[in-house]
């Protein structure tokens, strides 16, 4: 397995309403161009041990994980963690495992950024897909935001790709203009 400088995973399962933010905003990353140093995956409901296994300290040099998390902010709002902002048994997956442990085991190797977004609805164990409207409009800006901390510019705002299916690409032109 290549490892890269960069691991970008989303978190989470879209079968419970806006817990699938993290995989919607991997699923946009994706589509984008990025340098090859930058890995992003769908880490989904197993994500946070998922993506240990994409991890090398010795070449690995940032992990950031986009995440719902309950701040008690707006449905929608974005807050930027890092792993000393995580106490102990306050990060956990679905089946209850404490996270923030092994998190803090590699935080001197490797620089980890949590961007949550404040979900409005989440609906596990009831099926619900689909974001609720305020998580959806928080796709865009957390792309745009994942781009700056990983120092790529595209020169323009990044739109809700899901509603236009094209992006500009670095030199400006237009998806689809021949």
Not at 35 to 55: E, M, N
Not at 68 to 93: C, K, M, N, W
Not at 100 to 124: F, M, N, S, W, Y
Not at 149 to 167: F, P, S
Request: proline share 8%; net charge negative.
């Amino acid at each position: 397995m290549a490892f890269t400088e960069i691991v970008i995973a989303g978190c989470g399962n879209p079968l419970y309403a806006d817990d699938g933010f993290g995989p919607a905003v991997a699923e946009e990353l994706s589509r984008l161009s990025l340098p090859d140093t930058v890995k992003v995956v769908d880490a989904g409901l197993g994500g946070p041990h998922f993506i240990f296994t994409l991890l090398d300290p010795e070449v690995t040099k940032r992990l950031i994980i986009i995440d719902i998390a309950d701040f008690g902010g707006e449905p929608g709002q974005l807050v930027e963690l890092s792993v000393e902002d995580l106490p102990p048994g306050s990060y956990r997956d679905a089946h209850s495992w404490d996270l923030t442990e092994p998190l803090h085991r590699i935080k001197d190797d490797i620089e980890i950024t949590v961007i949550g977004c404040q979900p409005k609805r989440v609906t596990a164990p009831e099926y619900e897909m689909g974001l609720s409207p305020e998580v959806e409009s928080a796709i865009p800006r957390t792309v745009q935001y994942v781009l700056e901390l990983i120092g790529v510019d595209y020169g323009i705002a990044i739109k809700n790709l899901r509603k236009e299916e094209c992006q500009r690409d670095p030199e400006g032109e237009a998806c689809g203009e021949s």
